[in-house]
């Protein structure tokens, strides 16, 4: 596989935001984004080919996950957390 990209890299940056987002409990919203986030800047001086192509086949993999548990997430809700809920005042 060729190297993706660094258009290839930032769609896919943006598209496991956006799936992460779709989360319905706040704990995992967050965490997801807070992961995807570390993750890209944690590698974000990778050079070589070989070594990207592979990260970036990880994180497709992981953003088919994170599709999977969002839909798994929609079927079991729960209660919303304190910081969820909106309160007026």
Known sequence: MAAPTSRNVLSLYKEMMRASEKFSSYNYK???????AHSFRQNKG?????????LYSDAVKNLEIIQRQVVIGGIYTSNKSVIETNHKH
Not at 46 to 54: D, F, G, L, S, V
């Open 30 to 36: 967050s965490y997801a984004m807070r992961k995807v």
């Open 46 to 54: 990778e050079t070589e080919p070989n070594k990207i192509a592979q």
